[in-house]
């Protein structure tokens, strides 16, 4: 079992960058494949990027690729999410889930067995 707990979230305006971070407890966190997602009020959640459990495998949704980068450290159980160039439409609520091993359709929500709590993320034009 793993909890994630996401910080980095804030205000920045349209061109800014944002680094979230997403901590995990557990000693087994490098056998958790790690997603970021976002959920904007009155829309469903959507995948922004994923990362498998050595980090060798990155998958991006094309809203955000060649903007975000997802990262992981196992050393210090963190999955770090940079956000460059952020839009207006990047706005929303951010989340970090695992899934055990692996998650063969990695984009979606379904697929992770664990979810932080979020962390906002506000980008004004």
């Known amino acids: 079992q793993v909890q994630l707990v996401e910080s980095g979230g804030g205000l920045v305006q349209a061109g800014g960058s944002l680094r979230l971070s997403c901590a995990a407890s557990?000693?087994?966190?490098?056998?958790?494949?790690i997603g970021w997602f976002r959920q904007a009020p009155g829309k469903e959640r959507e995948f922004v990027a994923y990362?498998?459990?050595?980090?060798?495998?990155?998958y991006y949704a094309d809203s955000v690729k060649g903007r975000f980068t997802i990262s992981r450290d196992n050393a210090k159980n963190t999955v770090n999410l940079q956000m460059n160039n952020l839009k207006p439409e990047d706005t929303a609520n951010y989340y970090c889930?695992?899934?055990?091993?692996?998650?063969?359709?990695?984009?979606?929500?379904?697929?992770?067995?664990?979810w932080g709590q979020g962390t906002q993320v506000t980008v004004s034009s």
């Open positions: 889930a695992g899934r055990y091993l692996m998650a063969t359709n990695y984009y979606a929500a379904t697929e992770y067995n664990y």
């Open positions: 557990g000693r087994t966190f490098s056998m958790y494949a």
């Open positions: 990362i498998s459990r050595a980090g060798g495998s990155t």
